[in-house]
C-alpha cells in the first residue's frame, strides 16, 4: 500500500518563502505530484517528479529524494492567492497513472 | 474550450436512495478517474477507467458503481450500500501523470 505524510497547516507571511515536506512509503513508485486547491475548488496541477532534483516552475519549485522518499515544494515570494491547501501525490501504476494523495497542507497566507 | 463538467454542483438525496453523478470530458483523454474528498482530507480514489468499456476499483470501491460507454462520459453512481456517502465528489481525466479535475459534486444524503 500506500502512505504519504505532511504537515496539515503552515503560515506564512506575504513576500515570504515557505517549504511543505512530503514523506512517502509506497511500492511501485513513479513520481511525486504536488496539486493546489482552494476551499470548495478543483484540485489544479502544480509539478512533477520522476527523477531526482530540483524542478522550477515560476515562484513554484518542487524536489525529489527518491532514496530518501521525501520530496517538498517550495513556494517563493508568497501572494494572498496561494492561500490553500496543498497535496503531494505519488504516482505509481504504469499507463494507468493511479495517484494517491496525501491528507493535505492547508496554507494560510497573512500580510 | 476543453475541459471537465460535473453536474449537479450540489445534490440532496434521501438515505436508501441510488443517485448517479455525471461526469463529461472533451479533453480526448483516455483516463478518467472518480475520486471522493471528505473534510479535512485528501482524495481517495474509487474507480478509474483506462479505454471505454473498461474500469478498475480503487481503494474504496464498496457502494459504487461506474461505466464507460463513451470516451467522453464515466458516470458514477453511488449506492444505498454505500454506508456514509455524504462527501465533496471529484472527476478527473488525464493522458499522462497530470490529471484535469472537475468542479465537483457536493453530496449530501439525509
Known amino acids: 500500500g500506500q502512505s504519504l505524510e505532511q504537515p496539515s497547516e503552515v503560515t506564512a507571511v506575504e513576500g515570504a518563502i515557505v517549504q511543505i515536506n512530503c514523506t512517502y512509503q509506497?511500492?511501485?513508485?513513479?513520481?511525486l505530484s504536488w496539486y493546489q486547491q482552494h476551499d470548495g475548488g478543483a484540485p489544479t496541477f502544480l509539478s512533477y517528479?520522476?527523477?531526482?532534483g530540483l524542478e522550477e516552475t515560476g515562484r513554484f519549485s518542487s524536489f525529489l529524494s527518491r532514496s530518501d522518499s521525501y520530496g517538498y515544494l517550495l513556494l517563493q515570494e508568497l501572494q494572498m492567492k496561494d492561500s490553500a491547501s496543498y497535496f503531494c501525490?505519488?504516482?505509481?501504476?504504469?499507463?494507468?497513472?493511479?495517484?494517491?494523495f496525501g491528507k493535505g497542507t492547508k496554507l494560510s497566507v497573512i500580510p | 474550450d476543453g475541459g471537465i463538467t460535473q453536474s449537479p454542483k450540489y445534490l440532496f438525496r434521501k438515505e436508501g436512495q441510488n443517485v448517479t453523478l455525471s461526469c463529461e470530458q472533451n479533453?480526448?483523454?483516455?483516463?478518467m478517474y472518480w475520486y471522493r474528498q471528505d473534510p479535512g482530507q485528501g482524495l481517495r480514489l474509487i474507480y478509474y477507467?483506462?479505454?471505454?468499456?473498461?474500469?478498475q476499483k480503487g481503494d474504496i470501491a464498496e457502494g459504487y458503481s461506474v461505466s464507460r460507454e463513451k470516451k467522453e462520459s464515466f458516470p458514477l453512481t453511488v449506492t444505498s450500500a454505500q454506508k456514509n456517502p455524504t462527501a465533496f465528489y471529484l472527476c478527473?481525466?488525464?493522458?499522462?501523470?497530470?490529471?484535469?479535475f472537475g468542479p465537483g459534486t457536493r453530496l449530501t444524503v439525509t
Open positions: 478527473a481525466s488525464s493522458i499522462n501523470y497530470e490529471q484535469y
Open positions: 509506497t511500492s511501485g513508485f513513479y513520481g
Open positions: 517528479n520522476a527523477l531526482d
Open positions: 501525490a505519488v504516482v505509481s501504476g504504469a499507463g494507468s497513472y493511479q495517484l494517491t
Open positions: 479533453l480526448n483523454h483516455d483516463a
Open positions: 477507467s483506462q479505454i471505454v468499456n473498461d474500469f
